[in-house]
């Protein structure tokens, strides 16, 4: 089989490892003297086994595996301006098939009170994987995570076509945003975004994604707000015509809170796509767009189940139609002791080919994790990880699973 690392690396993990640590360690320093800048460095070491780590339909795919995960996070807020810096690099060696795998991320957000009825924000993100449909779980392997909040469909879907191809795939992304209150009950959000996504072996299809969206917040009651998006982006794929063109998104919904901590957030609407097609002229199409959650969280429990659908642009597929839903629930069930378990399904289909019909054969992707964690001394937990993982093929291929179980142990520096 294959040994999948990869010479051309645009950023050696050893190299982002040394930065995000001594800028966190660098941060517990400063925070020691300044009550406003608050550092963290978690170190999680593991062991694991997997049945078929990247869903590859071969035959002998079993392997175990050490780990190394670290993440550093820096906050600083002085009340009127917010800066948040945060990463992870996971290191996998395995002892057959694989080799050494890494998954790298880095997160820069900031926001400032421009005034007393405007924030501005803005962020900036990397990230490269060879599996970016399991990573996302993976990459948090440790530490148990809140239940995140939904985005709109068009930045917070996975890509569902580089599933199970072991490519390493790097992502560049960053967004400005301005928040304007007009009056106690009207709000409106402008956001300026930009994707670049480059497959490192050259077999998928590079491209770029800009736009931005238009939000419009009216609240009709003390429980009870009505909102609006808009947006609009242009993708290009780089080097061909063909899937080239605009992505409309149209959404309306409301923001109702149920009870103290049941809060439903819907909105549906209709994305158009107007795209270039290989034998000349454009597909226009009219789709359905989604964006659903509803989340119970309390100070030691938190449930959420979320679902989305629009379209946009992915490395193998063109520009696609996904759709995902999923579940989470945390609980704090002692001091000590906290469990997590995590769902999550997609589907993805091609609005227009832009290679030969069978070169994009993910369809469906099926995800589950448990997590349980237990503080041992404080700063150093104990973790066992089971997971699963499972890719149906649209050619009618055999569909392939992982199965994976994971133990290790974190230690955390810093504030808590």
Do not use: W
Not at 10 to 34: D, H, I, M, R, W
Not at 45 to 52: H, R, T
Request: charged fraction near 20%; proline fraction near 2%; include cysteine.
């Amino acid at each position: 089989m294959m040994n999948k690392n990869d010479p051309q690396r645009l950023v050696q993990p050893s190299t982002l490892l040394f930065l995000f640590s001594a800028v966190a360690c660098l941060s517990l320093n400063v925070g020691e003297a300044q009550a406003n800048t608050r550092g963290n460095l978690v170190v999680s070491l593991s062991g694991k086994g997997e049945s078929n780590r990247f869903l590859i339909d071969e035959g002998n795919t079993a392997s175990l595996a050490v780990s190394v995960l670290v993440q550093p996070s820096v906050t600083i807020d002085d009340q009127t301006t917010r800066f948040d810096l945060d990463g992870s690099v996971r290191i996998d060696q395995y002892t057959k098939h694989y080799g050494r795998s890494e998954t790298i991320a880095a997160n820069m957000n900031a926001q400032t009170r421009a005034g007393q009825h405007t924030i501005l924000a803005a962020g900036a993100r990397f990230s490269s994987s060879s599996d970016g449909f399991q990573d996302a779980l993976l990459s948090s392997s440790g530490v148990l995570l809140d239940v995140p909040e939904t985005q709109l469909p068009a930045i917070g879907l996975p890509d569902v076509s580089a599933a199970g191809l072991q490519e390493r795939i790097d992502t560049f992304s960053a967004h400005a945003q301005l928040d304007h209150v007009f009056s106690p009950r009207d709000r409106v959000g402008i956001v300026a975004y930009g994707t670049l996504e480059n497959d490192r072996r050259l077999e998928g299809n590079d491209f770029s994604d800009l736009g931005f969206q238009f939000s419009f917040t009216r609240q009709l009651s003390a429980q009870t707000s009505l909102l609006t998006v808009a947006g609009y982006s242009r993708v290009d794929f780089r080097g061909q015509e063909v899937g080239d063109g605009s992505i409309f998104t149209s959404l309306i919904g409301i923001d109702q809170k149920l009870s103290e901590n049941l809060n439903l957030k819907a909105q549906a609407g209709i994305v158009y796509t107007n795209l270039a097609r290989l034998e000349g002229g454009r597909d226009k199409k009219v789709g359905l767009a989604i964006d659903l959650s509803l989340c119970d969280r309390t100070s030691r429990r938190g449930i959420c189940v979320s679902a989305a659908r629009n379209a946009l642009p992915t490395s193998f597929g063109g520009v696609t139609t996904s759709s995902a839903i999923a579940a989470t629930y945390d609980q704090q069930i002692s001091r000590n002791t906290r469990i997590l378990v995590s769902g999550q399904y997609t589907r993805s289909n091609s609005i227009i080919e832009i290679s030969s019909p069978n070169s994009v054969d993910a369809r469906e992707t099926f995800l589950a994790l448990a997590k349980y964690s237990h503080d041992l001394f404080g700063r150093i937990s104990l973790f066992i990880s089971p997971k699963y993982a499972r890719l149906e093929r649209r050619s009618g291929a055999r569909s392939t699973s992982n199965y994976s179980a994971e133990l290790g142990i974190s230690f955390s520096f810093g504030a808590k």
